[in-house]
């Protein structure tokens, strides 16, 4: 999962190259949401299910999840989230495909980890090929920090040593 506008990386889930990806929506979102304030989530159709939009909008934020062309408006579940966007996607279809075309940007966010930082794995074991992805990743987002600082100002604020918290200089060496 990845933010639209700096292409920072917010959850990843490694898993083996025949696993399903709707399953692993939900907890991508629950680690964004842990970390950022999210008004939007843009998945494609194979994400679509009722409990993924129920995910997304328990954490405050709009699916914008298309629905298939054998979509039911009327799919028996107790759940409304379904049908009320169900019928979003159906009476509001160019409100709806401008936010959705922001999913075109985790493609981005894939091409520019592939560019940078190569698009094969070289490590052997299973092991040091996840550590790898998420080396690459973490190098991404590096690299993404300190473009949006310089191009989009934004200012981090990175976690402070509980010395300097303290009104204490976190060079100064008590014995």
């Given at each position: 999962?990845?933010?639209?506008q700096?292409?920072?990386?917010?959850?990843v889930?490694?898993?083996?190259r025949?696993?399903?990806?709707?399953?692993?929506f939900?907890?991508?979102?629950?680690?964004?949401?842990?970390?950022?304030?999210?008004?939007?989530?843009?998945?494609?159709?194979?994400?679509?299910?009722v409990?993924?939009?129920?995910?997304?909008v328990?954490?405050?934020?709009?699916?914008?999840?298309?629905?298939?062309?054998?979509?039911?408006?009327?799919?028996?579940?107790?759940?409304?989230?379904?049908?009320?966007?169900?019928?979003?996607?159906?009476?509001?279809?160019?409100?709806?495909?401008?936010?959705?075309?922001?999913?075109?940007?985790?493609?981005?966010?894939?091409?520019?980890?592939?560019?940078?930082?190569?698009?094969?794995?070289?490590?052997?074991?299973?092991?040091?090929?996840?550590?790898?992805?998420?080396?690459?990743?973490?190098?991404?987002?590096?690299?993404?920090?300190?473009?949006?600082?310089?191009?989009?100002?934004?200012?981090?604020?990175?976690?402070?040593?509980?010395?300097?918290?303290?009104?204490?200089?976190?060079?100064?060496?008590t014995?």
């Open positions: 999962m990845c933010g639209v700096t292409n920072i990386v917010t959850a889930e490694i898993t083996d025949f696993a399903g990806d709707s399953p692993q939900k907890p991508l979102v629950q680690t964004t949401g842990r970390n950022f304030t999210m008004a939007e989530v843009i998945a494609d159709k194979a994400y679509l299910s409990d993924n939009l129920q995910t997304v328990d954490h405050h934020a709009v699916p914008y999840i298309p629905y298939k062309a054998n979509s039911d408006p009327n799919k028996r579940t107790p759940n409304p989230i379904w049908r009320r966007m169900y019928y979003y996607f159906c009476y509001n279809q160019e409100w709806f495909m401008q936010h959705y075309h922001k999913r075109s940007n985790v493609e981005s966010t894939f091409s520019m980890i592939k560019a940078k930082f190569g698009d094969s794995l070289r490590s052997r074991t299973k092991t040091a090929q996840v550590n790898e992805a998420l080396c690459k990743i973490l190098c991404h987002n590096l690299c993404c920090l300190i473009q949006s600082m310089y191009e989009l100002d934004v200012k981090p604020d990175f976690w402070q040593d509980q010395n300097a918290q303290a009104g204490q200089n976190p060079l100064e060496v014995q």
